[in-house]
Structure formats: C-alpha cells, structure tokens
C-alpha cells in the first residue's frame, strides 16, 4: 500500500484496538474501478452535522471510528454522484465492502456537469464574479484576470481603472496589501490566474470598508479547500515566448481541523517597445526629440500560502494564516534619444543601455478569531484580525550611455557609465474586529474598528564611473542632486457604524465611517520633516427597492478619500530617461469624493439587465502633469487639481441562451472632466466624452470541448493635458475536461489580433508630445489541471449577512 497511504489512513481514522471501526471500499458503479482519495463522512441522523471523516486511500479503501450506533454515511469523489446510507455500528469492525458510486455524467448528464457558473452574482454594494471558467485568463497572472471583467481596464503600465476611473484599492481576501496602489502591477502579478477564486467589485463601498479608493475596491479572494479529508489540485502551463507556470494546492481537513498549503511558481519572458515623438516651442534647443526604447523582461516568482484552522468548541474558531512571496526581475533596455532640427535632420543622439537585477521578498502573516453564538443561527458574530506584513527590494540598474554627433560619430570623451541603487523597505500591521447583531428578525447592527499602520523606507544612490575602469566603485562618486532619501509613515484608525432594516418591499443599509489619519514623511538629506494629521467623516447609504421578484431599483452614495501614495510623495528624481524625468511632490494633500449611483436590475429566466447611472465629483484631485525644466527636460510630477467629474451610464447585459450558450455585454458610457493650475501657474481645463465595451461569450459543445470569446474597447480617456486613444482587444480559449472530470486542459490566446497599442498625446504651453507604447499581449498558453481527493475550492465570506436577501439577488 506504501507509506503515504498508511500515513492516510491513519491520520483519516483515529484507529485504535477495542474501539468501534466501519470500513468499505469506494468503486466506480460502472467500471468497479477504485476511487482513490475519496471522501467518507459519518452523519448525525438528527441534524445530519459530521461526527466524523476521513479519506480512502490509493486503493479506495476507508475506515471510520464512531460510538456504536445508527449513522448516515456519506460518501464523495469529484465527477460522481453522492451517496447518503444509513448504517448501524456494532462494536467491533463493521466491514461494509465495496460500494458503489454513479458518474455524474451518467445521472445527469454531461451537460449539466460542465454547464458553466453564472458570470456573476449582485449584492447589496458589489458584483462578484466567478473565475472558474474563465478560459481566457488561465495560465496568466491577476492582471489578465482583471482584463476580462467588465467596466475594467488595465493600461500599458498595469494601471487600473474602473468605469473610467483610477485609483482603485487592491485587497487580497479582503485584507489591504502592503503594497501601494501606486505598485498596482507588482500586487498583481505575484498571483497567477490559476489561484483566483473569484473577484469582487465594490464600485462604491460601504462604511464597513477603508475610505481609501475613489475608483473603488477591487477584491482578489483566492482558492482554499472545503472537502473532508485529504485532497489537492495540481496545475501547469506553458505560453509563447518562454512563460511558465505551476502549482500545488493541498489540503487536510477533519471536523475540527484544516491545514493547507498553496505553492505556485511563474517564470515569464516579456518585451516591449516605446516611442515618442516632442516637439519644442521654445528657443535655444533642437525644435524636436525623437526617443525609442526596447525593454526585454525576465520574471520570476514564487508564492507559498499556509493555514491552520481549528474549531474552538461548536461557537468559535482561530486561523493562522502565512503568504509568502519571492519574485525577481532582470531587465535589459536600449534607448535611443535622437534630436532634431528643422528639417528633421540628426542633431545629435545618445544611445544608453540598461541593465537591471530586482528582487523582492514579501511575506505576510496573521492571525483570526470568530464567534458565532448559538450557531450562528441568530445571526449574531465577533471577528478578530491581526496581521503583520513586510516588503523588501533590492534593484540596481547599469546604465552604459554614448554619445553621437549629427554624422552618427561616437564622442568618446562623452561616453558615461552610470549605477542607479533602490533598494526599499515596508511594513503595515492591521488590527481589526468586527461586531454584527440582529437587534430584531428585521433590523441589523454592525460595528468595527480598524487601525492600519504603514512604514515605508525609499532611498535612491546614483553614482557616475570612469568609463576607463568600467564600474568599479573605487573611481566612482555619488551623485548628490539624484542621491535620496525618503521616511513615510501613515496611521489610519477607524470606527464604523451600520444600520441595516427591512421595510418589506423596501430595506436600506445606513453607515458612518470616522476616520483619523496621522502623516509624517522625513527627507534626510535636508533634514525635513513634514506632518499632515486630519480627521474625517464618511457617510454611506444604500437604498433597496423591490418593484417585484427579480425586480430591483437601488440608490447609493457614500464618501471617499484618495491619500497620496509614496511614490507620488517622495521628491526623488527618476532618472532612468533624463529626457523622461519623474518627481514626486511631498506636498500634497488628500482628494475627497462624493460618489452617487442609481441602478435598475431586472432578472429573466434567459436575460439579466443591470442599468446603473453614476456621478462622482473629487476637489483636490490628484493629477499627474508634464512640465519642462531647461526648456528641453520633461518632468512627470503630480499636484493637487481643484476638481474633477465623471458622469457615466453603465449597462449590463447577460444572456443565457440555452443550457451551451451565453454571453455578457457590458457598456459604459462617460464624460469626464478635470481643471486645475499647474507649478508654473498655467490653468488647464480637459473634458471628454467616452465609452468601454466588453464582450464575454461561452458555446460548450458536450462531451467535447467549451469555447469562450472575449473582446473589448476602450475609447479616448481625457486627461489634465491631453488624451489617451481608443485601444481594442480579443481573446478566445478553449477547455476539454478529461478522466472523469479529476483533470482540465485549456488552450487559449490573448489579444489574437495584436492591437492593444497605448498611445497618450500631450500638450503643454512649451511643447506637445506622442508617445506610443507596445507590449507583448498575444500569447498562446496551453494548462493542465488534475484535482484527486475531491478537490473543491472554498467561498470565504466572511462579512456579516444582508437583510431581505440582498446578498446574492442574482
């Protein structure tokens, strides 16, 4: 049987001489093979709860130890129908033999088997969407995920906006990450697509949420296991141009306890390319730049996730919980920065290599408590968090710049060797506790606090080297102008109220949110040191009108704050491109919200409509602006605007045509607008109109395969001095279940016709510019998942219920 087996059956049973033992043989009823890994269960006949559970091993065999008495079994194995047998125990070992288990293919049909999960379900302040058919995405990362959500767009930067705004706040299993919105990229690309459950999206989040996030809260939950026993899921992918990926999800489960542990790793080659195109207006400089940049990117990553839980009597429980992830990135970039005279004739050119090693080490660990009273029956909760997470990089860039003149001679006394050092270390501890009680069968009380506490250490060396002795760091000096340093630590603490009734037809949920905010930020080089404390207010109101069943009109607003992220914060020069220059402000303030939304849902038994109609007004508006320095350096650095507006029409269309079609349209259509004055005094004023649309379609063919389209458009988006142009996209996928549905393989490819190009024109009072920018987005990757023991993912809600049903309309 082998030792693993063994370890099974003796961690599954309990067994001991003397004691009451019932064991069987698990067989497939068609072909009497053995179901290895299955899940054996002894039920209480009164109220059906566990007494006990286990798993067979590799040869189907189980054992199960129970007081003498009359039990239901069950028994359960992915793909195959479960059985519910009532048994007596004698004392002694009760021998049941084999049984039997009925292919669900079989009983049902093999349609119903892989008929896909509804798209997405509406609840009182959020969709959620189920990525376990999403095809598309898989062996991809978070951020392909994202793509294929509707109102939801990824720019060339890994940006995200949503229904045509930025600043979105990114929680993994409802928790915020130590990385900043600002790293949006770098939180989404440490998750692989194939370790996300679903994605929640909170347009406009309650008072039971941070504040933080004008745009919204996008929420990752990842997959965790629920099935008795021992159980797991493996996959793999490989895609075009070198990218790899794969994974191991364990578990073990009894009626007290589960312990799992998650890995995955990614190994990802991608190349992009950028040009751009200025003009200059003013005098004394070559009137045109002309820049191109190839990039070549070399990423890796690991990411371990672990868990204990145990079930502290029938009213409580704990869990600890560990993340841990390694990534690194090489990178390798050419620039060539050409300037122009009149006739577009070479002046001059600089030609400047990089090479770049990043590693980056983030590891998070917590602990949590929950209270259910009675059962949870009443309703009644208290939930515990505490958490503790670091992140730690270590990048050094070499810069090999030349310089040639306008006959393409190399200017040997010109040549510079550069060394560009940012290393970074974070921290942010989160204590949290949540508190919900039915005052009556129809009214709802929750309370909370939470305190979030960030410390983040930034620091830039630049050096310049002898080219004659290469980089060595005896003929070097430090560059005291690039050379900085940055100290930023950000409190927030916050207390929430929420009062939630049902009036019948009618309910409504009523919160406020306090929040204080304490703000230190300390520059050493001048020895600065620059405090912003404010305490804030923040109401919210969701209102629920049901006209009939499937028939619902909801209005909401809630009030919301943008903080300054570090990046936009910390006063260092970038210099990367030193025509291309970036700069934070550690002066800026924090941008307020009022976000309004009216929508209409409306279900069929073949068609789901969701119409939401959506204003948001922000003063203070964090913007980011170009300017010159020298009449010839662009500086990318970010102010306080003094208002933008969105105003916006968003439909949702889902249609189900038969049991192996369907389809979501989604559509959004807005104009936004933002003014302000810049540094040097010159007031802007940009509005546009503009639109998204989406496009998700699936045709299953049974006992074949399922294909899933995917396409979107993006149209023109306003910003304070120009405007990002329309991009276009479609992705198709496809996926054959194999070996009695335990295993998936998935074809699919993104962008098939290659035409996501960003491409943001720009124009300022000295100068207007084009940039273009290219990346690698048409991949075919091919996956392969196996799940043995019964695998199943597991919802993790863990936020108090809504009253009238509203959680979970459609």
């Known amino acids: 049987m082998g030792l693993v087996s063994f370890l099974l059956i003796l961690l599954s049973s309990n067994h001991s001489i003397g004691q009451t033992v019932l064991k069987g043989t698990v067989i497939q009823s068609e072909t009497e093979e053995t179901l290895e890994f299955a899940n054996a269960s002894l039920m209480s006949l009164s109220d059906s709860s566990m007494v006990t559970g286990g798993v067979a091993d590799m040869e189907g065999r189980f054992e199960l130890q129970a007081d003498p008495g009359t039990y239901y079994l069950r028994l359960g194995y992915i793909g ?3 059985l519910w047998r009532e048994v007596e125990l004698e004392q002694g070992i009760n021998d049941l033999g084999e049984i039997g288990l009925a292919s669900l293919s079989e009983e049902l049909g093999e349609i119903v088997v892989e008929a896909a999960a509804s798209l997405f379900r509406s609840e009182f302040d959020r969709r ?17 995920v994202l793509e294929t959500l509707p109102s939801v767009m990824v720019d060339e ?10 600043n979105i706040e990114i929680h993994i299993n409802g928790r915020p990450t130590n990385l900043t919105s600002d790293d949006t990229e770098s939180i989404l690309e440490q998750f692989p697509a194939d370790a996300i459950e679903s994605v929640e999206l909170i347009t406009n989040p309650s008072a039971r949420y941070d504040a933080e996030g004008v745009g919204g809260i996008i929420n990752l939950v990842l997959k965790e296991e629920r099935m008795v026993g021992f159980n797991g899921r493996v996959n793999t992918s490989a895609g075009t141009g070198h990218k790899y990926s794969g994974g191991v999800n364990l578990n073990y489960r009894t009626n007290n306890m589960n312990i799992f542990t998650n890995y995955s790793y990614q190994y990802r080659e991608l190349w992009e390319y950028n040009e751009s195109f200025r003009a200059y207006s003013g005098p004394n400089v070559s009137p045109y730049m002309d820049q191109d940049f190839d990039t070549q990117n070399y990423r890796q990553g690991h990411l371990i996730r672990s868990g204990f839980e145990y079930n502290i009597g029938q009213n409580s429980s704990a869990r600890l919980f560990s993340n841990i992830n390694l990534r690194s990135r090489d990178r390798e970039r050419l620039y060539n920065i050409r300037t122009l005279d009149n006739q577009l004739e070479l002046d001059s050119m600089f030609v400047r290599q990089l090479e770049e090693d990043q590693s980056r080490t983030n590891y998070e660990f917590g602990l949590e408590y929950s209270w259910r009273p009675n059962g949870n029956g009443n309703g009644q909760s208290l939930d515990a968090r505490f958490s503790f997470s670091h992140d730690q990089q270590d990048r050094l860039e070499y810069f090999d710049q030349e310089f040639y003149n306008d006959q393409q001679e190399a200017v040997d006394d010109k040549r510079t ?14 204590g949290q506790i949540d508190y919900t009680l039915p005052v009556t069968e129809r009214i709802n009380f929750e309370a909370g606090w939470r305190s979030t506490l960030r410390r983040n250490d930034l620091e830039q060396i630049f050096r310049k080297y002898d080219p004659e002795f290469g980089f060595d760091l005896a003929h070097s000096e430090k560059d005291d102008l690039i050379t900085n340093q940055f100290r930023f630590d950000e409190d927030v603490h916050a207390a929430y109220l929420i009062l939630q009734q049902d009036l019948g037809a009618f309910s409504y949920q009523a919160g406020l949110r306090a929040e204080y905010t304490r703000t230190e930020s300390y520059q050493p080089a001048i020895d600065s040191t620059h405090t912003n404390n404010y305490f804030d207010f923040f109401p919210s109101i969701f209102l629920n ?14 009030r919301r704050i943008r903080r300054p992220g570090t990046w936009a914060l910390m006063p260092f020069i970038n210099a990367q491109d030193f025509f291309n220059l970036r700069i934070g402000n550690p002066y800026l303030d924090a941008e307020y919200t009022n976000s309004f939304e009216v929508s209409y849902l409306r279900g069929w038994e073949n068609y789901f409509l969701s119409a939401s109609t959506y204003f948001r007004h922000t003063s203070d508006a964090l913007s980011r602006v170009f300017e010159l320095f020298d009449e010839r350096y662009a500086i990318v650095t970010w102010i306080n605007s003094d208002t933008r507006q969105n105003l916006g029409v968003e439909l949702v269309n889902q249609f189900n045509f038969s049991q192996n079609a369907d389809a979501t349209l989604t559509g959004n259509f807005f104009h936004s607008e933002v003014s302000g004055v810049n540094s040097e005094g010159d ?3 940009n509005s546009r109109y503009s639109w998204t649309l989406s496009l998700l379609s699936n045709v299953r063919i049974p006992n074949w395969f399922n294909v899933q389209v995917m396409g979107n458009y993006r149209g023109p988006i306003a910003v304070p001095q120009g405007s990002i142009k329309p991009v276009f996209g479609m992705s198709m996928g496809l996926r054959r279940n194999l070996w009695r549905q335990n295993a998936t393989v998935s074809l699919n490819v993104s962008d098939i016709f290659n035409t996501q190009r960003f491409v943001l024109e720009t124009d300022g009072s000295r100068f207007a510019q084009e940039r273009r920018f290219d990346r690698e987005t048409r991949i075919l990757t091919l996956s392969l998942t196996y799940r043995f023991g019964g695998y199943q993912e597991r919802e993790r809600h863990e936020r108090p219920r809504d009253l009238n049903g ?3 309309l459609y």
């Open 417 to 430: 060797l550069q060394t560009y050092e940012r290393p970074l270390n974070n921290q942010m501890y989160i």
């Open 128 to 144: 959620v969407f189920s990525m376990e058919n999403t095809v598309v995405a898989e062996g991809g990362t978070a951020l392909q």
């Open 545 to 558: 009108y049901e006209i009939s069943q499937n028939q619902d009109v909801q209005l909401n607003y809630s």
């Open 80 to 82: 195959f129908q479960e």
């Open 157 to 166: 930067e890994g940006n995200i906006s949503m229904r045509g705004s930025g």
């Open 806 to 808: 509203q959680d979970g």
């Open 683 to 685: 007031s802007f004023v």
